[in-house]
């Protein structure tokens, strides 16, 4: 069974400083992987996706992120944040089978201080 | 035009009753899913449907169950309801399976 390990619960960052937001995952057999993103009280938002191919993925508002194999981590960057980049962050897997069920991960507040 | 859209996004009932979350999408996706996530924001999968076949998360209560009137809607329906279940609820879909998930705005359950 896959799983996926978001090891900061909450983030901290100055505007325009760099962050690292770091993920996780387990599975036996190759994955899909997604960086989403929830403002508060709203839906959930694709970042970006990792399906094949380069394992540097560039998604929508300047964020990125990089796919590991040999270290089964997805983790996610954005060179300078803002204060709109205030939410919460979620990492996901899907072994791409038969129901696509995501697995998230526990999420990661990212705060940002003006 | 809201591409996954939910109703109502507010829901307060009472322990016991029966209630039901409509979802539709308009984005001419064959997939779709429902997940729960808890008050410490914890996302779960609860189902995942298309017309082919229904994917149950076996760690779902089984007074839950969705109905799919067409290939647009997916409605998730709740019996006897219970505290617990107190969650936001989201619906997604996709194209295929393997694609990703596009969420609609969610659904507060409150359960007094």
């Known amino acids: 069974a896959q799983s996926v390990t978001q090891l900061d619960s909450q983030v901290p960052v100055f505007e325009e400083a760099p962050v690292e937001l770091r993920c996780n995952y387990s599975?036996?057999?190759?994955?899909?992987l997604f960086w989403y993103v929830q403002y508060p009280n709203q839906g959930l938002q694709l970042l970006l996706k990792?399906?094949?191919?380069?394992?540097l993925v560039k998604g929508i508002n300047g964020f990125e992120a990089e796919f590991n194999k040999s270290q089964t981590s997805f983790h996610l960057r954005k060179p300078s944040v803002h204060i709109s980049d205030t939410a919460e962050y979620f990492c996901?897997?899907?072994?791409?089978?038969?129901?696509?069920?995501?697995?998230f991960g526990g999420g990661t507040r990212l705060m940002v201080k003006p | 035009d809201t591409a996954v859209s939910q109703t109502p996004k507010y829901l307060v009932t009472q322990m016991g009753n029966d209630k039901s979350i409509k979802c539709e999408q308009n984005?001419?996706?064959?997939?779709m899913y429902w997940y729960k996530q808890d008050s410490k924001k914890f996302l779960k999968i609860m189902f995942s449907?298309?017309?082919?076949?229904?994917?149950i998360n076996e760690t779902v209560p089984n007074r839950f169950s969705p109905k799919s009137p067409d290939k647009a809607h997916l409605n998730l329906h709740i019996n006897s309801l219970e505290l617990g279940d107190s969650a936001v609820y989201f619906c997604?879909?996709?194209?295929?399976?393997?694609?990703?998930?596009?969420f609609g705005p969610g659904t507060r359950l409150t359960v007094t």
């Open positions: 997604a879909s996709s194209q295929e399976w393997a694609y990703e998930q596009y």
């Open positions: 599975s036996s057999v190759s994955v899909y």
């Open positions: 990792y399906l094949s191919g380069s394992t």
């Open positions: 996901a897997v899907s072994e791409g089978n038969a129901g696509n069920m995501l697995t």
């Open positions: 984005l001419g996706h064959d997939t």
């Open positions: 449907y298309n017309n082919k076949e229904l994917i």
